[in-house]
């Protein structure tokens, strides 16, 4: 199993006078269209980019399309007279005020979800781990969702919402929230109830596409993949890539537990919704439950834990330098965590888009 993979990031389009979002009118996608083909697409707002690698063989080729994206985009962006900037929120910027990119299928979503939709200004990150076998992803999703929150914590990066310091590290998820057939997924049994959920929302037009099933974590509905997408876009390229080789080595090591008849526990929604909770309002400064012993702990041993539950195949992966950049996460903070400082330090949201802007291309030259 070669457990390829793909990265989706999405990316704020920035005014450099006002650090506001701004409607660039896809210009920066019409631009980088020229260069990288469907590596660039529009998204509902117009002050949106979202960029997807090709299919990569492995972490150092996951990398080297990251940097290659950030930095076209970049680049296109400044000679466009604008910026880009990744963090799950804008600090201050007003989604009232962003304009919807002119689609029918927008145009169809907004007319459905309303508010919901339009107030929906938020950045993430999407990596896919590729498994052509759909009952075989099945499996592993229905194990992989327990880690979740725990991926979750590390990508915070959405501390602010509409110039204010929402209490949370990651307010992205609680602004997604909204939309419905979001959060952690149930637990399927087997493909044919998975496919049979599907077709029956479906034929009841809930959804005229499984798109549309906006969960945290699902086989993805087209490609051979399964699409982990709960996490904040991450400041940085090396935390994107830590949180990427994390994400391939807990499907590969769930794979090899499979392998050896060994099944790892698959817990109730409800149970890891407590965790998800407390990533998205503490971060990596909070504390989690363990469920196998019932407790709380703190979320930074959990990290050290899943450090270690990785170990054995982070090697065959040659990931495990990414991997074990977790620790320097765990010791410079996460963006959430570095947003706050840069608040704290000046109490001027603008200085804290100059900080995001910086490190959003931090590497790239």
Same mark, same amino acid.
């Given at each position: ?138 499996? &592993? =999703? ?8 725990? $991926? /979750?914590? *590390?990508? !915070? ?85 830590? &949180? =990427? ?8 090591? $769930? /794979?090899? *537990?499979? !392998? ?106």
């Amino acid at each position: 199993m070669d457990f390829t993979l793909g990265i989706e990031e999405e990316y704020q389009v920035i005014d450099p006078e006002t650090r506001e979002l701004a409607s660039h009118d896809q210009k920066i996608v019409v631009e980088a269209g020229k260069h990288l083909n469907e590596q660039v697409k529009a998204e509902m707002h117009q002050a949106v980019v979202e960029v997807g690698t090709n299919i990569c063989n492995d972490i150092s080729e996951a990398r080297s399309e990251i940097i290659h994206l950030r930095k076209s985009i970049s680049d296109i962006a400044i000679d466009l007279g604008f910026r880009i900037a990744a963090s799950g929120t804008h600090p201050f910027s007003a989604w009232q005020k962003q304009l919807i990119t002119p689609n029918p299928r927008y145009d169809e979503i907004v007319n459905e979800l309303q508010d919901t939709a339009r107030s929906n200004l938020i950045f993430g990150l999407h990596v896919h781990v590729g498994i052509a076998d759909r009952a075989l992803a099945l499996h &592993i =999703t229905n194990a992989m969702r327990y880690f979740l929150p725990h $991926l /979750y914590a *590390l990508s !915070t990066n959405s501390p602010f919402w509409e110039g204010r310091n929402t209490g949370f590290k990651s307010f992205r998820s609680k602004v997604f929230d909204k939309f419905p057939r979001t959060g952690i997924p149930g637990i399927f049994d087997n493909l044919t109830d998975y496919e049979n959920y599907i077709n029956l929302l479906v034929k009841t037009n809930c959804i005229d596409n499984p798109k549309k099933i906006w969960w945290d974590i699902r086989v993805h509905p087209f490609f051979p993949t399964l699409e982990v997408r709960i996490c904040d876009v991450p400041l940085t390229i090396d935390e994107t890539i830590t &949180i =990427t080789a994390l994400i391939q080595a807990l499907v590969a090591k $769930l /794979y090899k *537990l499979k !392998t050896q008849n060994l099944n790892f526990i698959v817990y109730h929604r409800a149970l890891i919704n407590e965790n998800k909770w407390r990533a998205g309002r503490y971060g990596i400064d909070g504390k989690m439950i363990d469920f196998g012993k019932e407790c709380e702990v703190s979320t930074r041993s959990l990290m050290e834990e899943l450090l270690e539950f990785v170990d054995d195949v982070v090697d065959d992966l040659g990931s495990r330098n990414e991997v074990e950049n977790l620790r320097n996460i765990l010791k410079n903070g996460t963006g959430a965590d570095r947003q706050l400082e840069v608040f704290e330090k000046t109490n001027d949201l603008v200085k804290v888009v100059d900080y995001i802007m910086e490190q959003t291309i931090l590497g790239t030259t």
